[in-house]
């Protein structure tokens, strides 16, 4: 067919300004007892290796492997520039984003020479984002049950908690529990962090018996008990004079009762249980 731009005389054929196709050549010898004989060339499009990548910049943890699109390019080799990017596959160009570092990097797609036709190169430029670096902070990690406590989640922009918390919010937790903040910065990336309250239970004391005694008696030892294991025992004497300290913890030994007026003398003993600082 006609479109292909020969020169007749020397051969050469110019397939910059030929059109695509396959074309018989013949070349004929001149004389007396010419002859002839004939080629076949094919003048194809070069390679082309354009492609983009959509939706950067990424987040290293959002699940989905970004993938090369060629709109009219084909892929070759992928490579990319400066290092810290990492490929699923160098020949389909799937970046992993789990493995490679954050930063801006430029993506080279290589088709080699072959059949005649030149290397083609492309490139695009694609940006990995850090992970923010999500706390999760509680007002305290140990509370008395009863008590409120406030979770608040530091180095990103908004914040989601489990357990139907909200951030910066006071609440009373129920029980002893860990907490997952899912902290999200400007760059729509996400990261977690936990925190674990302890809720310590309310220290009781058990019930002691009240003790009636004469003037230089000898009380009975008073051993306080209580539900709860590890718990102290403050208390306090309201009348002194009776032989006993005005104050004082744990078990209150025997002690000889003074009483050196003639109207019996009344003292109460207000005691108060202590375990992880509830009371």
Same mark, same amino acid.
């Given at each position: 067919?006609?479109?292909?731009?020969?020169?007749?005389?020397?051969?050469?054929?110019? =397939?910059?300004?030929?059109?695509?196709?396959?074309?018989?050549?013949?070349?004929?010898?001149?004389?007396?007892?010419?002859?002839?004989?004939?080629?076949?060339?094919?003048?194809?499009?070069?390679?082309? %290796?354009?492609?983009?990548?959509?939706?950067?910049?990424?987040?290293?943890?959002?699940?989905?492997?970004?993938?090369?699109?060629?709109?009219?390019?084909?892929?070759?080799?992928?490579?990319?520039? *400066?290092?810290?990017?990492?490929?699923?596959?160098?020949?389909?160009?799937?970046?992993?984003?789990?493995?490679?570092?954050?930063?801006?990097?430029?993506?080279?797609?290589?088709?080699?020479?072959?059949?005649?036709?030149?290397? %083609?190169?492309?490139?695009?430029?694609?940006?990995?984002?850090?992970?923010?670096?999500?706390? =999760?902070?509680?007002?305290?990690?140990?509370?008395?049950?009863?008590?409120?406590? $406030?979770?608040?989640?530091?180095?990103?922009?908004?914040?989601?908690?489990?357990?139907?918390?909200?951030?910066?919010?006071?609440?009373?937790?129920?029980?002893?529990?860990?907490?997952?903040? $899912?902290?999200?910065?400007?760059?729509?990336?996400?990261?977690?962090?936990?925190?674990?309250?302890?809720?310590?239970?309310?220290?009781?004391?058990?019930?002691?018996?009240?003790?009636?005694?004469? =003037?230089?008696?000898?009380?009975? =030892?008073?051993?306080?008990?209580? %539900?709860?294991?590890?718990?102290?025992?403050?208390?306090?004497?309201?009348?002194?004079?009776?032989?006993? *300290?005005?104050?004082?913890?744990?078990?209150? *030994?025997?002690?000889?009762?003074?009483n050196t007026g003639s109207t019996a003398v009344t003292?109460?003993?207000?005691?108060? *249980?202590?375990?992880?600082?509830?009371?």
């Amino acid at each position: 067919p006609v479109g292909l731009n020969l020169d007749s005389t020397t051969g050469i054929i110019t =397939a910059s300004t030929s059109n695509i196709g396959t074309y018989a050549v013949t070349y004929t010898t001149n004389g007396v007892c010419p002859n002839s004989m004939t080629e076949t060339i094919t003048i194809t499009n070069g390679f082309n %290796a354009a492609f983009t990548y959509s939706g950067s910049p990424y987040c290293p943890n959002s699940g989905q492997n970004p993938l090369p699109v060629f709109n009219s390019g084909s892929p070759g080799v992928f490579s990319s520039n *400066p290092s810290g990017l990492n490929f699923v596959n160098v020949i389909s160009g799937e970046i992993d984003l789990s493995s490679s570092s954050s930063g801006t990097y430029t993506v080279y797609n290589i088709i080699s020479a072959s059949g005649g036709c030149g290397t %083609a190169i492309d490139s695009s430029v694609i940006t990995i984002n850090s992970l923010p670096a999500v706390g =999760a902070n509680a007002s305290s990690s140990s509370v008395c049950n009863g008590s409120t406590v $406030t979770l608040t989640g530091s180095g990103a922009s908004s914040y989601a908690w489990t357990g139907g918390v909200t951030d910066g919010v006071s609440f009373v937790p129920s029980a002893t529990d860990t907490y997952t903040v $899912t902290g999200t910065d400007s760059n729509g990336c996400s990261n977690t962090s936990t925190v674990t309250v302890t809720v310590n239970s309310l220290p009781t004391v058990d019930l002691v018996q009240n003790q009636t005694l004469c =003037a230089n008696s000898s009380t009975t =030892a008073i051993v306080f008990t209580g %539900a709860v294991s590890g718990t102290s025992y403050d208390w306090t004497n309201t009348d002194a004079s009776i032989g006993l *300290p005005s104050n004082g913890s744990g078990t209150i *030994p025997s002690f000889v009762a003074i009483n050196t007026g003639s109207t019996a003398v009344t003292s109460t003993i207000t005691v108060t *249980p202590n375990n992880n600082g509830c009371a």
